[in-house]
C-alpha cells in the first residue's frame, strides 16, 4: 500500500467535509438532531414515581383513616384522583386506567389501630407496568408501616428514626434518586454510536449510488488513505458531538461530571473507532440507502438492549450476558457513568476502555479488509 500521502488525504478529508456541512439539513441533523434528541430522552426516560393516581376507599372515615391518607398523599408519590365507600369502585378505577394504586381502609380501622389490635389496609395496584408498580408499592408498604409504628409507639424520635430503631440511610452518587441523573449519561452513548453509524455507512452507500465511489477508486488515492478519508470527518464530528452533548448534560440537566474530561475523551475515541467500523462494514453489504439504514438499525437496536441502557444487564440471561460482552454500548455506559456519577480514574475503569480498544480495532480492521481500492 505504502505510505499515506498527507496532502492527498488532507485533500480528501476537505472534500469529506465541505460534502457532509454542504447541505444546511445536514449541519442541523449533525450539531441540532443530538441536542434535541438529548432533550427528548432526558425529559421522557423518566423512571421516577411522582403522583401516582390513586383512588381511595375509606369504609371507617374516621379521623385516623384520614391521617393515614394524608400521610400517603404528603409524600408526594401519590396523588388521590377519587374516592368511594364501595371496594368495587377501585376495580372500576383500575380496569379504566382512573387510578394506578386502590387503598381500601376498613370499618373499625381506628378503634383497632387505638386498641393496638392487628389492623388491615389493602392495597392494589396495576401490575400493568412492572417498574411503577414495584415502586409504588414499596413506597406504599412503607408509608403504611411507618405510620401503624408511629400510632403504636407513639411519635418518632427528633432524628426522624422509630423509637429503639437508629436508621440512616443515604444513597451515594445520586442522593435524591433522580433518574434523570442516571438516564442522560447513558443517552449520550446512544446518540454517539447512533450518528457514528449514521456518518459512516450512509455516506459511503449515498457515493455509491451516485457512482462517485468509483471515481475515488480509480484515481491515485491509495486503499489507506481513501479509508482514513472517509473515517476521519466522522471521528471529528463525533467528538464536536460529544463536547455539545455534554455541554448540555451539565449545564441543562445539572448531571454532575465529578471525573476526568480527558479520560472520557479517550474512552470516546476508542468507542468511535467501533462505531466508525460497524458503519464502514455496513456500507460494504449494502447497495442503497434503504438497505444501508435497516441494516444499521438491525445492529443498533439489539446492541441498546444488550446494553444495560433500559436494563440491567445483571437480570438477563446468563448466555445473553456473556453476548452483551462484544457491545461496544455497554462498555461506554459504563464509562461515562463512572466517569459522570462516581468520578472514577483509569485504574476503576481500563478493563471497559481495553474492551472498547479491542473491539474497535477488530471491527474496524475487519471492515477495512472488505473496503479496499478495487471495490467492496
Same mark, same amino acid.
Given at each position: ?10 485533500? &480528501? ?7 457532509? %456541512?454542504? !447541505? ?11 441536542? @434535541? ?16 393516581? +390513586?383512588? #381511595? ?9 384520614? /391521617? ?16 368511594? !365507600? ?8 383500575? !380496569?379504566?386506567?382512573?387510578?394506578? $394504586?386502590? *387503598? /381500601? ?26 417498574? +411503577? ?8 408498604? =412503607? ?21 429503639? @430503631? ?23 452513548? +446512544?446518540? @454517539? ?21 468509483? =471515481? ?11 479509508? *482514513?478519508?472517509?473515517? &476521519?470527518?466522522? #471521528?471529528?464530528?463525533?467528538?464536536? =458531538? ?7 448534560? *451539565? ?5 454532575? &461530571? ?5 479520560? &472520557? ?18 456500507? +460494504?453489504?449494502?447497495?442503497?440507502? =434503504? /438497505?444501508? %439504514?435497516?441494516?444499521? %438499525?438491525?445492529? %443498533? ?8 441502557? $433500559? ?44 474492551? $472498547? ?20
Amino acid at each position: 500500500m505504502g505510505p499515506v500521502n498527507f496532502a492527498r488525504l488532507r485533500q &480528501l478529508v476537505r472534500k469529506e467535509l465541505r460534502q457532509m %456541512f454542504r !447541505d444546511p439539513r445536514s449541519r442541523r441533523m449533525l450539531f441540532l438532531a443530538p441536542v @434535541v434528541q438529548l432533550l427528548l430522552f432526558g425529559y421522557a426516560v423518566n423512571t421516577d414515581v411522582r403522583n401516582v393516581r +390513586t383512588f #381511595v376507599v375509606d369504609h371507617d372515615r374516621s379521623a385516623e383513616s384520614r /391521617e393515614l391518607v394524608s400521610a400517603v398523599t404528603a409524600s408526594g408519590y401519590f396523588r388521590v384522583t377519587g374516592q368511594s !365507600d364501595r371496594a368495587a369502585d377501585i376495580l372500576s378505577a383500575l !380496569d379504566h386506567g382512573e387510578a394506578v $394504586l386502590g *387503598l /381500601e381502609i376498613p370499618s373499625h380501622f381506628a378503634v383497632d389501630l387505638n386498641a393496638g389490635r392487628p389492623t388491615k389496609v389493602q392495597v392494589l395496584i396495576d401490575g400493568t407496568s412492572a417498574n +411503577t408498580a414495584n415502586v409504588a408499592q414499596a413506597y406504599a408498604t =412503607q408509608i403504611i408501616q411507618r405510620f401503624g409504628l408511629r400510632k403504636i409507639n407513639g411519635p418518632p424520635e427528633a432524628d426522624g428514626a422509630l423509637p429503639g @430503631v437508629d436508621l440512616r440511610a443515604r444513597a451515594w452518587y445520586n442522593p435524591s434518586l433522580e433518574s434523570r441523573v442516571y438516564n442522560v449519561p447513558g443517552v449520550m452513548g +446512544t446518540i @454517539v454510536m447512533m450518528m457514528g453509524l449514521l456518518l459512516t455507512s450512509l455516506a459511503v452507500v449515498r457515493e455509491r449510488e451516485l457512482g462517485t465511489l468509483e =471515481q475515488l477508486m480509480v484515481s491515485p488515492l491509495k486503499p489507506a488513505e481513501l479509508i *482514513l478519508g472517509k473515517t &476521519l470527518p466522522p #471521528v471529528l464530528v463525533g467528538f464536536v =458531538q460529544l463536547c455539545i452533548i455534554t455541554a448540555v448534560a *451539565l449545564l441543562w440537566f445539572g448531571v454532575p &461530571l465529578r471525573g476526568s474530561f480527558l479520560l &472520557l475523551l479517550l474512552a470516546a475515541f476508542c468507542y468511535i473507532l467501533s462505531g466508525l467500523g460497524i458503519g464502514l462494514f455496513i456500507s +460494504t453489504v449494502s447497495q442503497t440507502q =434503504q /438497505e444501508a %439504514f435497516m441494516s444499521m %438499525f438491525f445492529f %443498533f437496536l439489539p446492541a441498546i438492549i444488550l446494553s444495560g441502557f $433500559l436494563y440491567p444487564v445483571e437480570n438477563m440471561p446468563r448466555f445473553f450476558q456473556y453476548v452483551s460482552l462484544m457491545d461496544p454500548i455497554r462498555h461506554f455506559l459504563v464509562v461515562v457513568r463512572g466517569v459522570f456519577l462516581k468520578g472514577a480514574g483509569m485504574q476503576v475503569l481500563w478493563p471497559q476502555i481495553a474492551a $472498547l480498544l479491542a473491539i474497535g480495532i477488530s471491527v474496524l480492521t475487519f471492515a477495512m479488509t472488505r473496503f479496499h481500492k478495487t471495490g467492496a
